[in-house]
């Protein structure tokens, strides 16, 4: 009964700036650290960012650092991942993660969204 929708993927050139958002909804008790992951073809899946509820602490994969930022909005349920100087390398599909309990009585699960395609060209 939870679900995790992406949507602002599309294509961009190098150098350009996107924003991606991730909506959690469903039942939802607390929502825990939420991120954001990617992968390319042929490649594993990577941390891209992630934030945690209580103290906003955030981490951020190398190879974006200073580049993508993210945030939420805990009242919407939405994580945001702004991403500027998009390069190349950039290109993958993005996905939505997120620690989630849906009732007070258990603990957290996480959850994935469909993911939505980023395509950087050079």
């Known amino acids: 009964q939870v679900q995790l929708v992406e949507s602002g993927g599309g294509w961009v050139q190098a150098g350009g700036s996107l924003s991606l958002s991730c909506a959690a909804s469903?039942?939802?008790?607390?929502?825990?650290?939420m991120g954001w992951y990617r992968q390319a073809p042929g490649k594993q899946r990577e941390l891209v960012a992630r934030?945690?509820?209580?103290?906003?602490?955030?981490n951020y994969a190398d190879s974006v650092k200073g580049r993508f930022t993210i945030s939420r909005d805990n009242a919407k349920n939405t994580v945001y991942l702004q991403m500027n100087s998009l390069k190349p390398e950039d290109t993958a599909v993005y996905y939505c993660?997120?620690?989630?309990?849906?009732?007070?009585?258990?603990?957290?699960?996480?959850?994935w969204g469909q993911g939505t395609q980023v395509t950087v060209s050079s």
């Open positions: 993660n997120a620690e989630i309990r849906t009732h007070r009585w258990e603990g957290a699960n996480e959850y």
């Open positions: 469903g039942t939802i008790f607390s929502l825990g650290a």
């Open positions: 934030m945690l509820t209580t103290t906003r602490t955030t």
